[in-house]
């Protein structure tokens, strides 16, 4: 999934209303429906959130996407093109980063989008990454 929304910044009050409208379907709505309309519900309920997370995490994840994707294939005009850049050289076996560099760009970009699209999937860093200062999935959502 290419996300490439620019310098989009959401107002925090737009977030704030997506996350208490999936917690109200969730908690006032849902409990009311059975079936095939509980789990059509359960769905826009999660889309909610991931709206929500997106809104409130997206930016600064793209701008540190951003400054390792400049540290391996140098400054472009978008992430986008950045991602398209580094894609077609490791399809290429042409990219001219360390390997290990590579790996942890790939795995951290990864991590962090994960923390939006589906926060309860379990993080653990690459086993060559000791030398990389460890954080332990700062985006992840509180339940």
Same mark, same amino acid.
């Given at each position: 999934?290419?996300?490439?929304?620019?310098?989009?910044?959401? *107002?925090?009050? =737009?977030?704030?209303?997506?996350?208490?409208?999936?917690?109200l379907l969730e908690?006032? =709505?849902? *409990?009311?429906?059975?079936?095939?309309?509980?789990?059509? =519900?359960?769905?826009?309920? $999660?889309?909610?959130?991931?709206?929500?997370?997106?809104?409130?995490?997206?930016?600064r994840l793209r701008? $540190?996407?951003?400054?390792?994707?400049?540290?391996?294939?140098?400054?472009?005009?978008?992430?986008?093109?950045?991602?398209?850049? =580094?894609?077609?050289?490791?399809?290429?076996?042409?990219?001219?980063?360390?390997? $290990? @560099?590579?790996?942890?760009? @790939? &795995?951290?970009? #990864?991590?962090? &989008?994960?923390?939006?699209?589906? *926060?309860? &999937?379990? #993080?653990? *860093?690459?086993?060559?990454?000791?030398? @990389?200062?460890?954080? $332990?999935?700062?985006?992840?959502?509180?339940?």
């Open positions: 999934m290419d996300r490439d929304y620019s310098d989009h910044v959401a *107002p925090p009050a =737009l977030s704030a209303t997506l996350a208490t409208s999936a917690q908690t006032e =709505l849902l *409990p009311q429906l059975a079936g095939a309309l509980a789990l059509k =519900l359960r769905m826009v309920i $999660r889309q909610l959130r991931i709206g929500e997370r997106e809104l409130r995490l997206g930016q701008q $540190r996407e951003s400054q390792r994707m400049t540290l391996l294939v140098g400054p472009t005009a978008s992430l986008a093109k950045g991602r398209a850049m =580094l894609a077609g050289q490791i399809r290429e076996r042409s990219a001219q980063a360390d390997p $290990r @560099v590579l790996r942890e760009h @790939v &795995w951290y970009s #990864t991590q962090e &989008w994960l923390a939006i699209d589906n *926060p309860d &999937w379990a #993080t653990s *860093p690459p086993a060559d990454a000791s030398h @990389v200062q460890s954080h $332990r999935n700062p985006t992840r959502d509180k339940k």
